[in-house]
Nanobody, 117 residues
Framework: QVQLVESGGGLVQAGGSLRLSCATSGRIFSSVAMGWFRQAAGKEREFVANMRYYADFVKGRFTISRVNAKNTVYLQMNNLKPEDTAVYYC????????????????WGQGTQVTVSS
């Protein structure tokens, strides 16, 4: 079992930055693939980034990183836009890093990111 806990969300003005963290526990962190997804109100959950890919709408603005010694994955978000407003989730896959949420078995509770214009 893998437990994921996100933090770092909040309210920020357009053009600002936030860094999300996802702390893991349970299984060996280094053996799972991690990803970030988001879900805006009334919309489906969508892929944001993993260690191999970025969604087109965040390329050049968001950076994913992981520190195995801390069992933590980060999402640095710069130049935030109002359309980035969503609940952000980290997820873990015991098999492979893909862009599909169905390939991730474990999910955090989510952290709200709100970007004001």
């Amino acid at each position: 079992q893998v437990q994921l806990v996100e933090s770092g969300g909040g309210l920020v003005q357009a053009g600002g930055s936030l860094r999300l963290s996802c702390a893991t526990s349970g299984r060996i962190f280094s053996s799972v693939a991690m990803g970030w997804f988001r879900q805006a109100a009334g919309k489906e959950r969508e892929f944001v980034a993993n260690m191999r890919y970025y969604a087109d709408f965040v390329k050049g603005r968001f950076t994913i990183s992981r520190v195995n010694a801390k069992n933590t994955v980060y999402l640095q978000m710069n130049n935030l836009k109002p359309e980035d407003t969503a609940v952000y989730y980290c997820a873990a896959s015991g098999t492979r890093a893909t862009m599909s949420p169905i390939d991730y078995e474990y999910w955090g509770q989510g952290t709200q990111v709100t970007v004001s214009s």
